[in-house]
């Protein structure tokens, strides 16, 4: 029995098919990819970001986005959903929809184990062509534990981390700095 052959989609199919259904699929190379639904941990620390990261720049040019933005990564061809992307000075998306944000500065995932490896691998090979995007960080859910991408000068991305509820998290991008009991604000760990 020879297998069947996956049908190619369009990245015009793939919006037509997304912009219509109940759950959440990211798309690269002609092929659509169904994300997980996130979890109780996950959706905590999203929403605790995204409070802390919308309060700090309630008075500046940029705006905190949730899970339902996507991203394209336009070298590449990747659609993505970020849990949580930052946008400074005039947004640039791809279509009148205004639901996909071409231009980050900053893009924010929280770690999965199943998708842990994307998002340190092939995810942020494909984040990192973004002309506009200055930081990518890393947030665990297993234990307070926040690791950052720095671009700098030269084009090299810059690591660090912080572990512990007693440290601070610095977002340089965007000149924010949140306490990581602030990011894990009524999460119980393991």
């Not at 020879?2 to 098919?17: C, D, G, N, R, V």
């Not at 720049?57 to 990747?78: A, E, F, Q, T």
């Not at 000068?153 to 949140?178: H, P």
């Amino acid at each position: 029995m020879i297998p069947k052959k996956k049908a190619f989609i369009t990245p015009k199919e793939y919006l037509e098919i997304e912009r219509k259904a109940e759950f959440k699929s990211e798309y690269f190379n002609g092929e659509m990819f169904a994300l997980a639904r996130a979890g109780k941990t996950h959706n905590k620390i999203s929403s605790n970001l995204i409070i802390n990261i919308g309060v700090h720049l309630k008075n500046k040019s940029c705006l905190v986005y949730g899970s339902d933005m996507k991203v394209k990564i336009s070298s590449s061809g990747l659609y993505a959903y970020p849990d949580i992307s930052v946008v400074c000075g005039d947004e640039k998306f791809e279509d009148d929809e205004s639901d996909i944000l071409l231009n980050p500065k900053l893009v924010i995932e929280i770690l999965s184990e199943s998708t842990e490896s994307y998002d340190r691998g092939k995810k942020f090979e494909h984040y990192r062509t973004l002309e506009s995007l200055q930081e990518y960080v890393l947030v665990s859910q297993e234990k307070p534990k926040v690791e950052q991408f720095l671009k700098q000068q030269d084009g090299k991305w810059l690591y660090s981390e912080v572990n512990g509820v007693d440290s601070r998290a610095q977002f340089t991008s965007i000149e924010c700095e949140i306490e990581l009991k602030e990011v894990y604000h009524k999460v119980e760990f393991k």
